[in-house]
Nanobody, 115 residues
Framework: VQLQASGGGLVQAGGSLRLSCAAS????????MGWYRQAPGKQRELVAT???????NYADSVKGRFTISRDNAKNTVNLQMNSLKPEDTAVYYCYAHPGIGFAYWGQGTQVTVSS
């Protein structure tokens, strides 16, 4: 299974970006898909996850600004990021867990928000 993330980049504070992630090589749907991020010198942290049943979980710091969505049939997950802040600057990692066994991670995509 491979997760391919795209959509990162450089944006000014207050701007928007949309991250996308596609899982390939899987014959099953993932129980949970989502995004984590890691800023320099900090631990990786949850941004948002979404179950196949539609239950979403967001970090407090992004609630009201970020929206996660997924297509279960295509095994894709997206993250719409609005009202971006400099503190959102990080490498964003796509995440997928089948419900049992191991989780899968994408290669990471850089998001940089300038003030």
């Amino acid at each position: 299974v491979q997760l391919q993330a795209s959509g990162g980049g450089l944006v000014q504070a207050g701007g928007s970006l949309r991250l996308s992630c596609a899982a390939s090589g899987s014959s099953f749907s993932f129980a949970v898909m989502g995004w984590y991020r890691q800023a320099p010198g900090k631990q990786r942290e949850l941004v948002a996850t979404l179950t196949s049943g539609g239950s979403a979980n967001y970090a407090d710091s992004v609630k009201g600004r970020f929206t996660i969505s997924r297509d279960n049939a295509k095994n894709t997950v997206n993250l719409q990021m609005n009202s971006l802040k400099p503190e959102d600057t990080a490498v964003y990692y796509c995440y997928a867990h089948p419900g049992i066994g191991f989780a899968y991670w994408g290669q990471g995509t850089q998001v940089t928000v300038s003030s």
